[in-house]
């Protein structure tokens, strides 16, 4: 009879612990967010503001991945592999929602052929494409018009990438995506600074001669990009990779990029407001 008992408190006390044990497999406490950024240079990391993003402004429930690379356009970025790598992030699941931004048009514009789209049927037709299949594959994608760059003429910003980014609102509203109008903010806040202090947003300080021409209020034309990858640091030996800083008109410093991450962050939570809750200001 006493053994009987002690037996029946024993299978008493175990039921609690297989159900708190059900709980924990059967439901998991965190269920995380995922954001994947494409694009140009001008969101890639070391040169963009994609880092500062990721890095600032989201918080430890998100994952961020920056899959922007530079020199990149809606033609290129497809046909080296790296779309199908992000679509293949965007698949992945266990992820309570997946956001893919899609920021591109400076390279669009580009004469290289393997860079070059046409304005008013490529560019918007790629769009298109990426918004079908990044919500083929479950996610939710967000369209982004392009940074501005700090050209002036006459004290008066110079934003050839107006027409490009009307291309990217038109694609928004057909397709009925979220828009971040990164092209018109950006412009706006390029404009407000002016071009002496928007020379403080690129990655290393202006010349001399580019600065008298920024006080003119006439930026300097800018300089061709440089072919290939820059040389290693002297004095340094085996694998290294190395990160080419420069001064220029379109790329960004730690300052741009901290400057614009912010202004996307909350961008981003106006357009789409269940990620409002996931970003910091």
């Known amino acids: 009879m006493i053994r009987s008992l002690i037996g029946l408190a024993c299978a008493v006390v175990a039921l609690p612990v297989n159900a708190q044990e059900r709980t924990r497999t059967d439901a998991p406490l965190l269920q995380p967010v995922k954001i994947i950024l494409i694009g140009d240079s001008t969101m890639a990391p070391h040169s963009g503001w994609g880092s500062a993003f990721c890095g600032r402004h989201v918080k430890s429930s998100v994952a961020c991945l920056n899959l922007a ?3 990149r356009s809606t033609r290129s970025y497809r ?3 790296s779309w199908d790598i992000a679509l293949a992030e965007a698949r992945i699941p266990g992820y309570r929602a997946r956001y893919v931004l899609i920021q591109f048009a400076h390279n669009d514009q580009s004469s290289k052929p393997e860079r070059w789209t046409d304005e008013k049927t490529e560019f918007p037709a790629n769009l298109r494409r990426f918004v079908t ?3 083929a594959a479950g996610a939710t994608p967000v369209l982004l018009t392009p940074l501005t760059r700090r050209i002036f003429k006459a004290g008066v910003l110079d934003n050839n990438l107006a027409s490009w980014s009307n291309e990217v609102r038109t694609v928004a509203g057909d397709m009925k995506v979220a828009l971040v109008d990164l092209n018109a903010r950006s412009a706006a806040a390029v404009a407000r600074l002016g ?3 928007a020379a403080r947003l690129a990655q290393e300080p202006p010349s001399r001669e580019e600065l008298e021409a920024a ?3 006439t930026t300097l034309p800018p ?3 440089a072919e290939g990858d820059p040389p290693p640091p002297a004095g340094t030996s085996g694998p290294r990779a ?3 800083r420069k001064f220029d008109y379109t790329h960004l410093g730690d300052q741009g990029a901290d400057l614009f991450a912010g202004l996307i962050a909350h961008d981003v939570a106006v357009a789409v407001p269940e990620l ?3 970003l910091l200001p």
Request: glycine share 20%; aromatic share 0%.
């Open 69 to 71: 690379r530079g020199g």
């Open 79 to 81: 046909a080296e592999g």
């Open 133 to 135: 299949e990044v919500r």
């Open 195 to 197: 071009p002496v202090e």
């Open 215 to 217: 006080r003119a209020g």
């Open 223 to 225: 300089k061709p990009a």
């Open 242 to 244: 190395t990160v080419m």
């Open 276 to 278: 409002s809750g996931q």
